[in-house]
């Protein structure tokens, strides 16, 4: 039975992972209008999201009658499309106030767009949380971020610190656009690396080119974020050991 449901499942995790890389195509840098709203309730790629799954779930899964084994394979698709929609969401840049309330509701739209996949919601374990605990991390200061008990334990370090990318001038640039790649090549990476200190390495090269970069205009001081940053990298480091 698994064998015969493989490539349905591996085209629709694909598709949806084709989904949520298009939120790069969207504009998150504006700022609050008057109203302190976002100007839409969510975003584009999140509708759509949600309108595929749905479909997905009407037009092929719900014929089968094992509808056990259809939820114990369509949860996993689940828990990989929150961790997808959390790196990528950790991507954007620049991210404006309004840009921020948006990306907020998309947090809790995505819980939605990934209902129908699942009995309930919070049995995705590990990724539903990390879901829930990020969307706060959005609002808080650097600092805040930092210290925040939800790190290493529920969310890895290196998304916090990715996400900490997204606060920093231009010039300290994230490990993907150091490394000249799109989106979908650095998701690529991540896939292919899930060794977090491989990843934590990545993000070390990345801040080290920064460093360059100042010294080299002979400036003579780095970004506020940069030792939280750093500091967060050096904690990661030494729980790995």
Known sequence: MGNAVQPLLTSVGDAIEAIIITMHQEDFSGSLTGSGKPDVPCSLYMKELQGFIARVMSDYFKH?????????????????????????????????????????????????????????????????????????????????????????????????????????????????????????????????????????????GALEAYVQSVRSREGKEFAPVYPIMVQLLQKAMSTLQ
């Open 64 to 204: 089968f009658e094992c509808l056990d084994f259809v939820f114990d394979n369509t949860e996993a698709i689940a828990q990989r499309a929150i961790e997808l929609f959390i790196r990528n969401a950790s991507l954007i840049r620049p991210l404006g106030e309004g840009g921020k309330m948006r990306l907020a509701a998309d947090f809790a739209q995505m819980e939605l767009a990934v209902g129908p996949f699942c009995r309930r919601v919070s049995d995705l374990g590990k990724s539903y949380r990390m879901l829930r605990s990020f969307r706060p991390l959005l609002f808080q200061t650097s600092e805040h971020v930092a210290n925040s008990p939800a790190l290493g334990d529920i969310i890895p370090f290196s998304i916090i610190i990715q996400f900490l990318f997204t606060r920093a001038p231009a010039e300290l640039k994230s490990p993907f656009q150091r490394a000249e790649w799109s989106h979908a090549r650095f998701s690529q990476w991540l896939d292919d690396h899930p060794s977090e200190k491989d990843r934590l390495l990545l993000i070390r």
